[in-house]
Structure formats: structure tokens, C-alpha cells
């Protein structure tokens, strides 16, 4: 069973603080890793894809990516109350590039003005 | 960015009948659509996986013949709830992708809020 795990939260951080959401996977030849934002009653909306090793910023949003240890992260600089949503980690489950999304659970961010 | 519509976005139904969502890439080629369906503070659970022009691939534990996947075009995919019950009321979001893309990203339609009296 491929699986993806993240800390449902709720995670709180006042405004202008760092927001760190962090997402572990087990199948080890996932290749390909997306951070989405969901806003409550909304659909998913695609904030970040990382696909190597290391660090990806775009803007305020920055994707970390550690496949010796399975895990991906998101860090987000300058946290503004819009950023409150539930943050959904996704892998592409066999590694091909049609393959099916897995998502976690998702976790909750809450940032507080 | 790619744009998925769906329509429409809510609808209210009674049980026992059917209702058909529709899904469509506005600017860009979908050669693969998803749907999947979202219970209250849960997940997104794939239903299936549809290519254009041929059966859908559903996954375990969705009925085949009760959710109706048809993707007859590179800009269209339609899933339709056959019979539905008041247990189908959920949220239905579809994604679409396509090979013309560099990356593997799924974009995801609005969703449909489904509420069966």
C-alpha cells in the first residue's frame, strides 16, 4: 500500500512567521512531488512541483526534496492570513509520467494576523 | 497555467436518479482526466482514470456501472452518477494532464457539490 503521510495539524503561525509543512511517502520510486493549497469548499490548486533533490523556491513558497529519506517539504516565508488553508502533499504513486496522484491527508495551516 | 472547468457546480437531486458532470480542459489537450470524490474533512480519493478513447480504469471498491466515465475528446470527460443515493453526496473534482506538458502536473477543475435528497 503506497502511502503518504502528513501531520493533519492544525498548524498555527502568526503573520509574517515561517510556515513549515512536512510530507513523508513511502514507495521509493516516486518521482514526482506536488504541494497543493485547498481552501475550505474549493478544489485543489497546484502551488509547487519538485521532481529532484534539494530546494525549489517560487516566490514565498519553497519546495524541499530528500528521496534518500522520503521526504518532501514546504516552507512558507512571510505567512499572510490567505496563506490559511489545507495544504495537501501529492506523489505520483509508479514513477511513470501519466501515473495517479497519491495524496495525503493534508494539513491544516492556520495563520493568525 | 491550464484551465479545467466543470459543470455545474452544484447540483441537488433527488434519489434514484442520474446526474452527469462534465469536465473539460479549456486550453490545452487533456489526454488523461481523473475524477475523484471528496467526503467532508477528508481526502481526495481517486474514482478513477480515464484516456481518451478508450474505458476508464477505476479503482477499487468504485462500481463501474454505477459511475459512468466517458472521455470521447481531448477537451471533454464526463462521469455520470447513475441511481444515486443520498451516500453519493460529495464532492466530485476532476484533474486533467497531458503529454504536450514538460511536467506530469494535474490541474483540477472547481468540482461539483453532488447533494442527493
Known amino acids: 500500500q503506497k502511502e503518504v503521510e502528513q501531520n493533519s495539524g492544525p498548524l498555527s503561525v502568526p503573520e509574517g512567521a515561517i510556515a513549515s509543512l512536512n510530507c513523508t511517502y513511502s514507495?521509493?520510486?516516486?518521482?514526482?512531488f506536488f504541494w497543493y493549497r485547498q481552501y475550505s469548499g474549493k478544489s485543489p490548486e497546484l502551488i509547487m512541483s519538485?521532481?529532484?533533490?534539494g530546494d525549489k523556491e517560487d516566490g514565498r513558497f519553497t519546495a524541499q526534496l530528500n528521496k534518500a529519506s522520503q521526504y518532501v517539504s514546504l516552507l512558507i516565508r512571510d505567512s499572510q492570513p490567505s496563506d490559511s488553508a489545507t495544504y495537501l502533499c501529492?506523489?505520483?504513486?509508479?514513477?511513470?509520467?501519466?501515473?495517479?496522484?497519491?495524496f495525503g491527508k493534508g494539513t491544516k495551516l492556520s495563520v493568525k494576523p | 497555467g491550464a484551465v479545467v472547468s466543470q459543470h455545474p457546480s452544484w447540483v441537488i437531486c433527488k434519489s434514484g436518479t442520474s446526474v452527469k458532470i462534465e469536465c473539460r480542459s479549456l486550453?490545452?489537450?487533456?489526454?488523461?482526466m481523473f475524477w475523484y470524490r471528496q467526503f467532508p474533512k477528508q481526502s481526495l480519493m481517486l474514482m478513477a482514470t480515464?484516456?481518451?478513447?478508450?474505458?476508464?480504469?477505476?479503482e477499487q471498491g468504485v462500481e463501474k456501472d454505477k459511475f459512468l466515465i466517458n472521455h470521447a475528446s481531448l477537451t471533454l470527460s464526463t462521469l455520470t452518477v447513475t441511481s444515486a443515493h443520498p451516500e453519493d453526496s460529495s464532492f466530485y473534482i476532476c484533474?486533467?494532464?497531458?503529454?504536450?506538458?514538460?511536467?506530469?502536473?494535474?490541474?483540477f477543475g472547481p468540482g461539483t457539490r453532488l447533494t442527493v435528497l
Open positions: 484533474s486533467a494532464s497531458s503529454t504536450s506538458k514538460l511536467s506530469n502536473e494535474q490541474f
Open positions: 514507495d521509493r520510486v516516486s518521482q514526482s
Open positions: 519538485i521532481y529532484s533533490n
Open positions: 501529492a506523489v505520483i504513486g509508479d514513477g511513470g509520467s501519466q501515473g495517479n496522484l497519491i
Open positions: 486550453d490545452f489537450q487533456a489526454t488523461t
Open positions: 480515464s484516456n481518451e478513447g478508450s474505458k476508464a480504469t477505476y
